[in-house]
């Protein structure tokens, strides 16, 4: 007889016992005692699962770094044409007539003066306006009244330059480096003043700023060693007046360097 037979107590006997203080455990019959038995040998026979291997995600120090890139090679500046380059492609400084200041039109020509070589592109027709038309040419004016150039005792020539390709008719615009020297010999000028960027660099055979250029008198080699000065063109001057007193200086040394007419 096993212990389940044993202990088979009615109500009224366990409350005796538990009003005694007397607990009773009571055994599991067999059969509920199997069923732990079989799951357990269940649990042995059966090998539990493996365990889900997450994919753990790689941290950053581990990811390798991707090879900097190298920065691209900045582009080489274009180079900047030089005077036989630009002839090349057909752009030449050119030299109009020279024109005489300050004298009727039909007055006899006269050597041994000025001569002003000045940047004066033409207009959109191609042709150019009056030598003291517009702001620039007034200022042009006084600066040459004010050296007393007015009264036409001294001879006075303006020569425009620009850039531009030479049409190759009678009177029209010529290269420099072929017409300047005719020109010069023809007035045999005491002095020749450049005005603007083009026409220093162009008579001094240089490529310096204006601003280098200026301030010096220099013996010019295609006019026979007569001294040119260079300066601030009129339309400069009236976007930077602040260089005007440069400018009155280079004038004035430029009427020391000439040769007083008879």
């Not at 599991?28 to 539990?48: S, Y």
């Not at 007539?97 to 039109?105: F, I, S």
């Not at 001294?154 to 005719?182: C, W």
């Not at 001094?204 to 220099?218: F, H, I, N, Y």
Request: aromatic share 4%; proline share 12%; net charge neutral.
């Amino acid at each position: 007889m096993n212990a389940v037979q044993t202990l088979k107590l009615d109500a009224r006997r366990r409350a005796m016992l538990d009003e005694m203080g007397v607990k009773v455990w009571w055994p599991m019959p067999e059969v509920a005692e199997a069923a732990p038995a079989a799951m357990e040998a269940a649990a042995v026979a059966e090998p539990p699962p493996a365990p889900a291997v997450r994919e753990r995600a790689p941290s950053v120090a581990e990811v390798p770094a991707a090879p900097a890139a190298r920065p691209a090679a900045a582009p080489a500046p274009a180079a900047r044409p030089t005077a036989p380059a630009l002839l090349a492609q057909g752009a030449a400084v050119l030299v109009d007539t020279p024109r005489r200041l300050y004298a009727e039109a039909a007055a006899e020509a006269a050597q041994g003066g000025w001569l002003v070589v000045a940047d004066m592109p033409p207009e959109a027709d191609g042709r150019h306006g009056e030598p003291f038309a517009g702001d620039a040419g007034k200022l042009l004016d006084n600066m040459l009244r004010a050296l007393q150039l007015h009264d036409g005792r001294t001879p006075v020539y303006l020569m425009r330059t620009h850039r531009g390709v030479g049409a190759g008719q009678p009177g029209s615009p010529r290269p420099m480096d072929e017409a300047f020297a005719e020109h010069a010999a023809a007035l045999a000028p005491s002095l020749v003043l450049a005005m603007g960027p083009l026409a220093a660099q162009s008579l001094m055979q240089s490529t310096d700023p204006l601003g280098k250029l200026r301030g010096r008198a220099v013996p010019l080699p295609s006019a026979s060693g007569v001294p040119v000065v260079a300066t601030y063109h009129p339309a400069y001057l009236l976007r930077n007046p602040a260089d005007k007193a440069r400018a009155w200086a280079d004038l004035c040394l430029a009427a020391e360097q000439q040769t007083p007419s008879n």
